[in-house]
């Protein structure tokens, strides 16, 4: 240690709101009042039914100070999370003591177990990826889509990471590439109906739709896929940790997520599902890391018989574990129904409210997502009244492929607005008032 004097936790945090000034010093008083005083995790545990919301908004200093309609984009972190970094950080700067926490196996298991609950899954079908497209690609290649010929079935609502995997599967020759086209915003069964069929070997969806928080009628989808041999992979980034997802009641059989929107992590960890029969059959290992073997006996490498087989590395990224394995834990203590349940007046409000200032919904009324999004008429102007109103950024304001009523591509632009735990009507009447103005 410098000077040879022990860094306690007040000296280590001080230092740090020292040298960042402004908004970590006002970080550090809220996360220390906040932990010691009436905030503690105790705060969310102790509930029978519905949890105390206020209590959850103040454990989230960037949006209970500001407004923060945008966790469809990236979710804030919670004092929860803010204590076990710096715990962690004590542990690499000090060494194993009293308070500093490793990432260790045990933990790591217990996040995929987390994960695998909220998705009604099973601790052996879940793997660590850096993120949904990395996962999306390791399905990819275990099915070895390269090299089998036919089809891939995805719709105009998808990310378009995914659209760019495929059309460059397509590009090279490998595979035709079937993009079904949304009708008011939705996608229809009977289209998807249209675009499967027997040489299909994947449809790909986002479960809900990144721009309006459209979900897919998954069930309905996988027994259509099913039936003509194809499997399903669903990008769950949108919808798990805002709205219950049940991926064997979907009938998914693999997909993935990123922990930093709602199972508010950080970037460089998410996870991928596959389904136990598929392992290592119809989605192959296609990657060669530590993480995958059970034992290792000079050339003799024993595999796990887990979806650890599409790990590709030997070590963890230790710190975005650690924010999602806080994050899911306080998920998890919420209660997803609570969490869906909580935003779903607000996401009313905003459906009721928001055609009245002339916006135009293209989120259908009864999406069980938190995500809302409107055409904006004049998109400079909403840009202007917001900027005049918070000077920073507060929803997410992007361009869109709308698919028109004869078949053809627009860009428009739109405002979206995701509501998670720590809004309040309050939050919705600000940004009510600035857009009215
Ligand atoms: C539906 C959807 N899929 C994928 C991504 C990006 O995923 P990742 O960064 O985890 O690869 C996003 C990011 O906004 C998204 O909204």
């Known amino acids: 240690m410098p000077n040879g004097k022990r860094m306690t936790r007040r000296n280590f945090l001080g230092k740090v709101a020292v040298t960042s000034?402004?908004?970590?010093?006002?970080t550090r008083s809220s996360v220390e009042g906040g932990l010691s005083k009436n905030h503690g995790p105790s705060a969310i545990l102790n509930f029978s039914s519905m949890p105390d919301f206020s209590a959850v908004r103040v454990d989230f200093p960037w949006a209970s100070r500001k407004l923060w309609l945008a966790a469809a984009e990236t979710h804030p972190f919670n004092v929860h999370t803010i204590r076990a970094i710096e715990s962690y950080t004590q542990y690499r700067l000090l060494g194993p003591g009293e308070g500093r926490t490793y990432f260790t196996r045990d933990m790591q298991s217990e996040l995929k177990r987390l994960f695998a609950d909220l998705i009604n899954a099973k601790l052996e079908e879940i793997a660590f990826v850096m993120s949904t497209t990395a996962g999306e690609n390791v399905v990819v290649s275990g099915m070895d889509l390269a090299h089998r010929g036919g089809n891939v079935v995805i719709d105009d609502l998808h990310f378009p990471a995914s659209t760019y995997l495929y059309a460059a599967l397509e590009k090279q020759g490998s595979i035709e590439l079937r993009i079904v086209r949304h009708h008011d915003w939705k996608i229809r069964l009977t289209d998807m109906e249209k675009a499967i069929d027997r040489n299909t070997r994947l449809v790909s969806i986002a479960l809900v739709s990144?721009?309006?928080?459209?979900?897919?009628?998954?069930?309905?989808?996988?027994?259509?896929?099913?039936?003509?041999?194809?499997?399903?992979?669903?990008?769950?980034?949108?919808?798990v940790g805002n709205t219950p997802v049940d991926i064997q009641a979907m009938g998914i059989d693999c997909a993935a997520s990123s922990t930093y929107k709602w199972?508010?992590?950080d970037f460089g960890l998410g996870f991928l599902y596959v389904r136990k029969d598929l392992q290592g059959t119809a989605i192959k290992q296609t990657r060669y890391g530590l993480r995958a073997l059970k034992g290792l006996k000079g050339r003799d490498f024993e595999r796990r018989e887990d979806a650890s087989i599409y790990e590709e590395t030997t070590s963890m990224p230790n710190l975005?574990?650690?924010?999602?394995?806080?994050?899911?834990?306080?998920?998890?203590?919420?209660?997803?129904?609570?969490?869906?349940?909580?935003?779903?007046?607000?996401?009313?409000?905003?459906?009721?409210?928001?055609?009245?200032?002339?916006?135009?919904?293209?989120?259908?009324?009864?999406?069980?997502?938190?995500?809302?999004?409107?055409?904006?008429?004049?998109?400079?102007?909403?840009k202007n009244k917001l900027d005049k109103a918070f000077g920073e950024q507060v929803v997410s304001l992007s361009r869109w492929q709308k698919t028109n009523d004869k078949g053809e591509t627009e860009i428009v632009s739109g405002i979206r607005i995701?509501?998670?735990?720590?809004?309040?009507?309050?939050?919705?009447d600000r940004l009510l008032n600035a857009l009215s103005t």
């Open 320 to 382: 975005p574990g650690i924010c999602a394995y806080e994050g899911l834990k306080y998920i998890t203590k919420l209660g997803i129904e609570n969490i869906r349940a909580h935003a779903k007046p607000l996401t009313d409000r905003l459906q009721k409210e928001m055609p009245a200032l002339g916006y135009v919904p293209i989120t259908p009324l009864d999406s069980p997502s938190p995500i809302v999004s409107f055409l904006t008429p004049d998109p400079e102007m909403t």
């Open 21 to 26: 000034a402004g908004m970590l010093a006002s």
């Open 210 to 239: 990144n721009i309006n928080g459209y979900m897919h009628e998954a069930k309905a989808i996988s027994d259509i896929a099913h039936a003509n041999g194809a499997l399903v992979y669903g990008d769950i980034i949108q919808a």
């Open 418 to 428: 995701a509501v998670s735990v720590y809004n309040n009507d309050e939050d919705i």
């Open 263 to 265: 199972l508010m992590g």
